[in-house]
């Protein structure tokens, strides 16, 4: 915690945290779900509305030629982050889910046939599951999940004879698995998925906030971003894509901007990222969005794993004081995320009665149903920590699970 700006300034930058939930301190223990946004993001994007507010990419007048700057300077700002070798290869999304969907609509439509083999891992969020199924069908491909080993890791070993089997067009990893915490070995699946001619997409979801993310370095094709998961607005997001794949790729929804020329005997398209950008984006998101990763930054990224690996070693020992409390998923390769389940009671009933603490917390399956399945559990109540996040959180939050257990035994 010494790196990190004193905690308790990094607290009062968020506004939603200085609140009380059932007459107690909220304890917001719920970041993997959705972070909660400091004051310069919110700066930000009422700053927008409020000086800039015009559409981008049309106008000559001085508002639009403000936002479009606003906007593409969050573009640069991204591939930074990320260190894609230019802003050309981020395309803005509403979040992760639809990065996936374009590439699996765009890429898998123009590029997967019958027999062809579409790799995802056990542990996928269903938003790097459903979108290959859905092409899958149209196009006779396969997905085909890849093993995991009851602690929560990769098998590479099994993934590795997967792609020797051929036809293996693409994989898809969660780079850090948001029910459980495991940061996946992303570089090596990538190694892995190239010898064997396949491409790699990399779910970012969760990754992004707590783990240093280097594209190039990691040697993925496809790298899905969400906003809200880093600081940032609701419903943005984005794509990395190699260039060369990206200009490959047919548009993904079609409408204004994303052409060049249009006429009923036929229409051009724009070059990437604009191909793939239809309509009046979600400009204040994008800046938003933008304004997250500068503050990460400002912080710094070393400083906030820092402060969290030290704050999940805390939890790590508080939770194992709660009798009849499982953590589920033990990869040493781990965020600050834990999955758990308890003797006395069913999730549901654990995350209702940690509200009446004021401690916020997400249950169920946490869109991984298969992953649920797989190590035997109908669903999870997890808790999942940021930034902000402090001893006195989960402190309230083991006070209440010790609640739990007097109320359900
Ligand atoms: C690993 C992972 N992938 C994808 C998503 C979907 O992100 P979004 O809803 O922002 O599109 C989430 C959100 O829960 C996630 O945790």
Redesign the pocket.
């Known amino acids: 915690m010494s790196k990190l700006r004193s905690q308790i300034d990094v607290r009062l930058e968020f506004p939603a945290l200085a609140q009380e939930v059932s007459g107690r301190p909220l304890a917001y223990l719920d970041s993997?779900?959705s972070t909660q946004k400091p004051n310069a993001v919110l700066a930000a994007m009422e700053r927008f509305y409020r000086e800039d507010n015009a559409n981008v990419h049309r106008g000559v007048h001085t508002l639009s030629q403000r936002a479009t700057d606003a906007f593409e300077a969050a573009r640069r700002t991204v591939a930074r982050f990320v260190n894609a070798q230019s802003e050309r290869e981020v395309v803005f999304t509403?979040?992760?889910?639809?990065a996936?969907n374009l590439v699996a609509a765009s890429w898998g439509g123009a590029n997967l046939g019958p027999g062809d083999r579409v790799l995802v891992s056990h542990m996928e969020?269903h938003?790097?599951i459903v979108p290959w199924q859905l092409i899958a069908q149209r196009t006779g491909a396969t997905v085909e999940p890849f093993p995991i080993t009851d602690s929560g890791e990769v098998d590479l070993a099994s993934l590795e004879a997967m792609l020797a089997a051929g036809r293996v067009k693409l994989v898809g990893v969660?780079h850090?698995?948001?029910a459980l915490g495991t940061v996946n070995p992303v570089a090596e699946i990538a190694r892995l998925a190239h010898a064997h001619g396949a491409l790699v997409l990399a779910?970012g979801?969760?990754a992004l906030a707590h783990v240093p993310v280097d594209v190039q370095a990691l040697g993925v094709d496809f790298y899905?971003m969400?906003a809200?998961?880093v600081y940032g607005p609701?419903g943005v997001?984005a794509l990395y894509g190699r260039a060369e794949l990206l200009e490959a790729m047919p548009p993904y929804q079609g409408g204004g901007d994303m052409i060049r020329t249009v006429s009923f005997e036929g229409t051009t398209f724009n070059d990437p990222p604009n191909r793939f950008e239809p309509g009046t984006p979600n400009v204040a998101g994008a800046i938003g969005f933008g304004a997250a990763l500068d503050w990460v930054r400002a912080v710094g990224l070393g400083a906030i794993a820092a402060h969290e690996s030290a704050l999940t070693a805390y939890s790590s020992s508080r939770l194992a004081e709660v009798p009849g409390l499982r953590v589920v998923g033990t990869a040493p390769e781990r965020i600050g995320v834990f999955s758990f389940v308890m003797d006395a009671a069913h999730p549901h009933d654990v995350g209702t009665v940690l509200d009446r603490h004021g401690v916020a917390v997400r249950t169920g399956h946490?869109?991984c149903m298969p992953l649920m399945r797989r190590l035997g559990v109908p669903a999870t109540t997890r808790i999942s920590l940021a930034a902000y996040s402090n001893e006195a959180d989960v402190d309230a939050a083991v006070e209440a699970l010790h609640g739990v257990r007097a109320l359900f035994t």
Do not use: L, P, Y
């Open positions: 993997a779900a509403k979040g992760c889910t639809e996936i969020h938003a790097d969660k850090v698995c948001n779910d979801a969760q899905a969400s809200h998961k609701m997001g946490h869109c």
